[in-house]
């Protein structure tokens, strides 16, 4: 069983630092990307990052472009993401997510989600 686990969100001031980890507590998989998605309220669920598995490629949405940072954690299936500069449009709730091998480009077919993690940040 793949258990993808989310952990380090809270509640932060705008300009503020943030770092979110994910890990799997289940069977370990080989995959292409691992990744972060977010949905904020009343919104689609929007792209964030990903990172293929020997962490030689990354790629990141438009909004986070400079201030977001995905990298490989320690662990198998382990992966983090680096919050800088966090602004109020933030707040959502942030997915872990992971792509086992096949086509497609970096930001689309993932196939093992986990349960969230909630970001707000004020103003």
């Known amino acids: 069983q793949v258990q993808l686990v989310e952990s380090g969100g809270g509640f932060v001031q705008a300009g503020d630092s943030l770092r979110l980890s994910c890990e799997n507590n289940?069977?370990?998989?080989?995959?292409?990307?691992m990744g972060w998605f977010r949905r904020a309220p009343g919104k689609e669920r929007e792209f964030v990052a990903s990172i293929s598995r020997l962490g030689s490629s990354t790629y990141y949405g438009d909004s986070v472009k400079e201030r977001f940072t995905i990298s490989r954690a320690s662990g198998a299936n382990a992966i983090t993401l680096q919050m800088n500069r966090v602004r109020p449009e933030d707040t959502a709730v942030y997915y872990c997510?992971?792509?086992?091998?096949?086509?497609?480009?970096?930001?689309?077919?993932?196939?093992?989600w986990g349960r969230g993690t909630q970001v707000t940040v004020s103003s």
């Open positions: 289940g069977r370990t998989l080989l995959y292409d990307f």
């Open positions: 997510a992971l792509r086992v091998p096949k086509l497609g480009g970096p930001r689309e077919k993932f196939d093992y």
